[in-house]
């Protein structure tokens, strides 16, 4: 009997201390458990995180939509729901029966009733039907639609990153959803019990290094090129040199990121400033330049070469572009009329295992790891492959593949003191109550390529390239410019095409000490000569001259004056004329139009004003007293 009593008396304490863990201790969790049991959610979108350009500018943005959910078990006469509703949304009756039909708690109307308009969406809830709700959902909108539509990509219906930024940073862009929670028995009938409302977290916001000016600059020469040559492509980058932040990028053709179903996967998933490879042509030459500055293999002014119009090498001949060469040249000159032999010289005194060393250390070969997807490596000869045809090919831009990307990031870094940095276009991700930053990226130094004294070399020779050569066309008065320009055959299955060629002209400013390197491609311009001076030289200084306001860059001390040739439109100091006659006028401002306002004796006031540098012929504004 003792025995007995104590084995109930310790079933009752063990039972009573599970009650207790039970209805004291686990109470939250299996109460929680029970009530996930009978309640049901209704989903409420978050919102994907915002995407600014570096002054604030909103690059991709969330717009407001509704769509629609039903519950079958609370709808009691579904046939005449599924009429009404197939009705409003233009859909036949199987179709939506198949949704209020589903055997589901509850059932999203994909894709009919996703993303409604504002008018759709007031019929439906002027029904007042059981089980039909209308929830909140974000849609992505890009307010400039085409710009930048590569960089930035898309999203798909469900909001999630597909390309570009949006796919690159998606997990940070995405939120997490909230819901409105109601209650219902097992089965499905609503219960009268309070809703809850789960209030969804918004994606982190991106800002971008972009400069809205520059950007804006980049999107309409890429157009009036497009009008203009009809190219096969047209590609523009521009980057900080001494950082590797990507102040612009954008190509054609392009896309609409808005409507991206209106175009094939090819057409929205290229990025060809990362994504396109071909031969650089001349605008590779800064790398030959570079390396043999750096290795002592050149004095620009007192080495000399006499270009006859070609070099042997082995049982080639490789032609410069000037039939009949330049004559005896400096090395200086050889840069500023792009002379294919003298670089082939350059390429010979430094030898392929030189050469290769350095176009390895500036990049070439491998990715530049910007925060871009899509990025493609270029193809760079092996070095046990190189003999001296490759090896002097190589020296001018011909016969390896690069992109645009890398060119820019190379050429930074044999402008900016010779240190090679990683582009990036993200600056911050932020948080989205307070856009607060919680994680920044800075410039990331990947070596030291060059010496500051053969960098300072280098822009020096490329500033009299705009200023005295073939990049006369970028020569901005009154400022210092440095650039190269770019004529590089196309290659198809092996062999060049004739008359089909990339021009391109890589630019920067100031000379002495650059603030931006603009990059320019057209691919195959139709009706036109083509040599990259020439046409992709004026929308490369187009963007250069918009960069001046976009950056505030002041006019420098000193550079070199442009050398014209008789067919260059040149520019004028205006004098100052105030206090003349007409006749002193006339003589002061020979070299101009004049236009007479007023009929008094002596000019009083001028426009523009004395000391601006105009182009001869153009109109001073002469007010007299």
């Not at 930035?152 to 959803?177: A, H, P």
């Not at 179903?261 to 290229?270: C, G, H, S």
Request: one cysteine or more; hydrophobic letters at 35%; glycine letters at 10%.
């Amino acid at each position: 009997m003792k025995i007995v009593l104590v084995i109930i008396v310790v079933i009752f304490i063990v039972i009573i201390g599970k009650v207790f863990y039970i209805q004291v201790i686990d109470y939250d969790k299996l109460n929680e458990y029970a009530s996930n049991l009978w309640s049901r959610n209704l989903p409420v979108k978050a919102d994907r995180g915002l995407i600014y350009d570096r002054d604030g500018g909103i690059l991709a943005d969330n717009i407001t939509t509704t769509s629609l959910v039903v519950i079958p078990n609370q709808i009691k006469d579904k046939e005449t729901v599924t009429k009404k509703l197939a009705d409003i949304l233009g859909v036949t009756y199987d179709e939506m029966y198949k949704h209020i039909n589903k055997k589901t708690s509850i059932e999203r109307v994909h894709p009919e009733g996703r993303r409604l308009s504002y008018e759709v969406a007031d019929q439906i809830r002027n029904l007042k039907l059981d089980g039909v709700y209308l929830v909140k959902e974000s849609q992505r909108y890009y307010p400039f639609d085409t710009y930048m539509s590569h960089t930035l990509g898309y999203v798909g219906i469900d909001n999630q990153g597909l390309s570009g930024l949006e796919l690159m940073y998606d997990k940070y862009l995405t939120g997490k959803d909230g819901a409105i929670k109601y209650f219902s028995d097992a089965k499905g009938n609503k219960l009268n019990l309070s809703e809850v409302y789960e209030k969804p977290q918004d994606g982190m916001n991106l800002t971008l290094t972009i400069n809205s000016d520059i950007q804006a600059s980049i999107e309409r020469e890429l157009d009036n090129a497009v009008t203009k040559y009809k190219p096969d492509m047209v590609i523009g980058l521009a980057m900080d040199p001494n950082s590797g932040e990507i102040l612009g990028i954008s190509s054609r053709p392009n896309f609409s990121s808005n409507n991206y179903q209106k175009y094939t996967t090819e057409e929205i998933n290229r990025n060809l400033p990362i994504w396109a490879t071909y031969e650089p042509g001349s605008t590779f030459k800064i790398i030959t330049l570079a390396a043999a500055l750096e290795e002592g293999k050149v004095d620009l002014e007192k080495d000399t070469y006499i270009d006859r119009g070609g070099i042997r090498v082995e049982n080639a001949t490789l032609h410069c572009w000037k039939h009949g060469g330049h004559g005896k040249e400096t090395f200086l000159e050889v840069v500023e009329n792009s002379c294919n032999p003298g670089f082939v010289v350059l390429g010979q005194r430094l030898g392929k295992e030189t050469l290769f060393k350095y176009i390895h250390n500036f990049g070439f070969g491998s990715k530049t790891g910007v925060d871009l997807n899509g990025e493609s490596t270029g193809i760079i000869f092996n070095l046990n492959n190189v003999g001296p045809v490759e090896l002097a090919t190589t020296a001018f831009g011909q016969g390896v593949s690069v992109t645009p990307i890398q060119q820019v990031t190379a050429v930074s870094a044999a402008i900016n003191g010779g240190i090679l940095y990683k582009p990036y276009i993200v600056k911050s991700i932020n948080e989205p109550e307070t856009n607060s930053v919680i994680k920044e990226n800075k410039k990331t130094v990947i070596r030291k390529v060059i010496s500051k004294n053969t960098s300072d070399k280098v822009k020096y020779a490329l500033e009299s390239v705009v200023s005295n050569g073939t990049g006369r066309t970028a020569y901005i008065d009154g400022y210092r410019v440095g650039g190269k320009t770019g004529t590089a055959q196309k290659v198809k299955d092996g062999h060049y095409l004739d008359n089909n060629y990339i021009l391109s002209f890589i630019g920067f400013l100031p000379a002495d000490n650059p603030q931006i390197v603009v990059y320019f491609a057209i691919d195959n311009p139709k009706g036109v000569q083509q040599f990259g001076g020439v046409i992709a030289g004026p929308p490369a200084k187009a963007i250069l001259t918009d960069a001046i306001k976009a950056l505030n860059i002041k006019k420098p001390n000193g550079g070199m004056e442009k050398e014209y040739q008789y067919y260059d439109k040149r520019y004028k100091t205006v004098p100052d004329v105030t206090g003349m006659d007409k006749e002193g006028i006339s003589t002061a401002l020979k070299d101009f139009k004049v236009d007479y306002q007023g009929s008094g004796a002596k000019a009083s006031y001028q426009s523009p004003k004395a000391g601006s540098r105009i182009y001869e012929g153009e109109t001073v504004r002469v007010f007299m007293e």
